[in-house]
């Protein structure tokens, strides 16, 4: 099957910084990619919506400028986590699109914020 | 049997016994339904999917009953082994046409030996 891979696969960072989350498609080509955030022993929630060439579309709720999405590629979307803070510890999960109802996901990356 | 945690619901079978995890969607119209295992740190895995047009669907060890009157889904999985524990997850196929899953609630599948 397809393989979709995220870097960094764990991230320990200061409040206040920014961290920048790898979504990539190694085998195919995804115009469209979502993000999604897990917190423990919840489902997964979708954050945003990842356009090649276009702006994001965001969740109601989600922050655009809080979380920043860069399609950059056919094959990569980045998530900034921009000024982090300590709530937005979680575990956050990409996923690319490879047809009308296939999504490939990503392992996840798990973010804490001290 | 089943109970129910603080976020998420817990299913605990024996090994071997065959294991039956429900789930509830929320659109009617949704016409493509699937179901993920996530292991613990992992991301979603697919196990099999099922569309509309279909009440059952089969795979290795792994069945999916689709009850659109209900709207339920029910992942079942035979012979149960210590490999199966994980969270299961059923997903919907949204239908305002922008591919979007809606993840169900999550079910806590633990084996005990």
């Known amino acids: 099957g397809a393989v979709v891979s995220q870097h960094p696969s764990r991230v320990i960072c200061k409040s206040g910084t920014s961290v920048k989350i790898e979504c990539r498609s190694l085998?195919?080509?995804?115009?469209?990619m979502f993000w999604y955030r897990q917190f423990p022993k919840q489902s997964l929630m979708l954050m945003a919506t990842?356009?090649?060439?276009?702006?994001?579309?965001?969740e109601q709720g989600v922050e655009k400028d809080k979380f920043l999405i860069n399609h950059a590629s056919l094959t990569l979307s980045t998530l900034t986590v921009t000024s982090a803070h300590p709530e937005d510890s979680s575990f956050y999960i990409c996923?690319?699109?490879?047809?009308?109802?296939?999504?490939?996901f990503g392992p996840g990356t798990r973010l804490l914020v001290l | 049997g089943e109970s129910v945690g603080l976020h998420l619901p817990t299913l605990s079978v024996q090994e071997g016994d065959n294991s039956i995890i429900n789930c509830a969607y929320s659109?009617?119209?949704?016409?493509?339904f699937i179901w993920y295992k996530q292991e613990s740190g992992k991301g979603p895995q697919f196990i099999i999917d099922?569309?509309?047009?279909?009440d059952k669907r089969q795979g290795q060890r792994v069945t999916v009953l689709l009850n659109k009157t209900v709207k339920h889904l029910s992942l079942q999985i035979a012979a149960t082994q210590p490999g199966d524990s994980a969270v299961y997850f059923c997903?919907?196929?949204?239908?305002?046409?922008?591919?979007?899953?809606?993840f169900g609630t999550g079910t806590r599948l633990k084996v005990l030996a």
């Open positions: 996923s690319a699109l490879a047809g009308p109802e296939t999504q490939y």
């Open positions: 085998d195919f080509q995804a115009t469209t």
């Open positions: 990842s356009n090649e060439g276009s702006k994001a579309t965001y």
């Open positions: 659109n009617s119209a949704s016409d493509y």
């Open positions: 099922i569309r509309s047009n279909m």
């Open positions: 997903a919907e196929l949204g239908t305002s046409g922008t591919y979007k899953y809606i």
